[in-house]
Structure formats: structure tokens, C-alpha cells
């Protein structure tokens, strides 16, 4: 079974300042890691995805997470948040195959002008 | 880039009353998905459909919850006898198969259960 914790329901940074957005997750295999992102009123759109390989994964719009099995972690970042970068940032896990995406509770980001 | 299209985008529904939500995958994608959002919450597995049945599904998708292909590129949620708990944002998800592929899901259809 997995599950996801995001630590900080709502964040807020400065416009130009560094984002970090916690991730944590839990599974019984080795798993599949993705930031979602939801704008108000609209859809999931995948901002970036760990399944094999490097585990330092580039997504749009400048973002990045790293997987660090150690930790158990897969924090989402941006160096320069920007206005825009303002939603709700889902992560989600799954095993490896075929399955559902368990999702955590969601972190709201804010940008302050 | 193709995409995951739902119909209708909100759907206003006397309690009790059956819906149907309909979803159109992206076309050479094999599994597909529905998840709900209720408000303020988190996003939440309903059940999963391959080869034209049912893969997994989540404890909340009881007798009152059916899925349905019934055509090639159609692929519907219906709930028998709503309640008011069912209003939430109900989200479909496709993806190719290959098991390194995400998910991708449409805009959602937000149900109010009257």
C-alpha cells in the first residue's frame, strides 16, 4: 500500500523567492512519484514525474523534485516563484504497475507581490 | 497535445435523481480512471477500468456507482440514486499502459446534488 504526506497545507513565499513544497511518501515497493498541479477551476496537469533513472527530475513551468529514497521524500522546487505559480500542488505515488494514484492533501501556494 | 475532455463541466442534480458523467480519453490510451474531489479535500480514487471491466476499485464506489465504455471512445460514471454527499468534483484520468506513463486527467465535472 502507499500514501503521501505533504507537510504545510498552505505555503507562502515572495514573488522571486525559492519554493519548496514537502513531499513524503510511503510504499511497499519501489514507487512512482508525481507533482500534480490544480489552477482554480481547472484540472490535474502533471508538472513532473520520478520513476527511474536520475533522481533529480526537471517539470514544467521551472520546477524540479528530487527523490531521495533515504528520506522517503520527493520535495517539489522552484528557484524564483513567479505570480503565476499560484494553485494547489497535489503529490501523488503508485506502484509499478497500472494502478490508482494515491494522492496527498494538497499545499496551497501563494505568492506574495 | 491531445487530451482528457469531460462533459458537462457542472452538473446540478435533484437528491435521489441518476447521473451519468461522461468522459472522453485521449484515443490509444488503455486504462482509464475516475477520481472525486470533494471540497476543501483531497483528490480520491474511485476505480480503475481496462479490457472493458473493472481493474480496482475504491471502497466509495458501492452498488450506486457504475462505469461503463460503451463505445470506442466514450467512457461514463453513473451514479443510480445520488446523494448529497456525491457532490464533488469528479475527475477522469486516462493513460497508455505503459506502466511508466502517467496519468492524465480532464477538467473535471463538478456535481451539486440538490
Known amino acids: 500500500a502507499q500514501s503521501v504526506t505533504q507537510l504545510g497545507s498552505h505555503v507562502s513565499v515572495s514573488e522571486g523567492a525559492l519554493v519548496l513544497l514537502r513531499c513524503n511518501y510511503s510504499s511497499s515497493v519501489p514507487p512512482y512519484l508525481f507533482w500534480y498541479v490544480q489552477y482554480p477551476n481547472q484540472g490535474l496537469q502533471l508538472l513532473l514525474k520520478y520513476t527511474t533513472g536520475a533522481t533529480l527530475v526537471k517539470g514544467i513551468n521551472g520546477f524540479e523534485a528530487e527523490f531521495k529514497k533515504s528520506e522517503t521524500s520527493f520535495h517539489l522546487t522552484k528557484p524564483s516563484a513567479h505570480m503565476s505559480d499560484a494553485a494547489e500542488y497535489f503529490c501523488a505515488v503508485k506502484g509499478r504497475g497500472n494502478e490508482k494514484l494515491t494522492f496527498g492533501t494538497g499545499t496551497r501556494l501563494t505568492i506574495i507581490p | 497535445e491531445p487530451e482528457v475532455t469531460q462533459t458537462p463541466s457542472h452538473q446540478v442534480t435533484q437528491m435521489g435523481q441518476e447521473v451519468i458523467l461522461r468522459c472522453v480519453p485521449i484515443s490509444n490510451h488503455l486504462y482509464f480512471y475516475w477520481y472525486r474531489q470533494i471540497l476543501g479535500q483531497k483528490v480520491e480514487f474511485l476505480v480503475s477500468?481496462?479490457?472493458?471491466?473493472?481493474?480496482?476499485k475504491s471502497e466509495i464506489f458501492d452498488d450506486q456507482f457504475s462505469v461503463e465504455r460503451p463505445d470506442g471512445s466514450n467512457f461514463t460514471l453513473k451514479i443510480r440514486s445520488t446523494k448529497l454527499e456525491d457532490s464533488a468534483m469528479y475527475f477522469c484520468a486516462s493513460s497508455s499502459g505503459t506502466v511508466n506513463q502517467p496519468q492524465h486527467f480532464g477538467d473535471g465535472t463538478r456535481l451539486s446534488i440538490l
Open positions: 477500468f481496462y479490457n472493458n471491466e473493472i481493474s480496482e
